[in-house]
């Protein structure tokens, strides 16, 4: 629950700070809020799946994967608005 919780937190955080970045975004800050949180659940999931890291290795390791994903999937999802 503590894990879902920060995964949230930090997918929001990293939608937010997309949207301010990047001025002229396609799909708004609630897109970018709700992409965030998707991306830093696929990569929590990805990276215990290919057992990559210690994904139970505490608060930072969460917090980096949740950051990493979000904000992959944010750049995948501009990526393709504007190809």
């Known amino acids: 629950m503590e894990t879902q919780l920060l995964l949230i937190i930090i997918g929001v955080i990293v939608g937010w700070l997309t ?3 990047t001025k002229g975004t396609l799909i708004g800050i609630v897109g970018n809020m ?3 949180v998707s991306g830093a659940f696929f990569g929590h999931w990805l990276v215990e ?10 608060l930072f390791s ?3 994967i949740a950051a990493i994903g979000a904000s992959m999937l944010l750049t995948l999802m501009r990526m393709l ?3």
């Open 49 to 58: 799946r290919l057992d990559l890291l210690a994904v139970d290795g505490g």
């Open 19 to 21: 949207s301010i970045l």
């Open 34 to 36: 709700v992409v965030g």
């Open 62 to 64: 969460i917090i980096v």
């Open 81 to 83: 608005r504007l190809a």
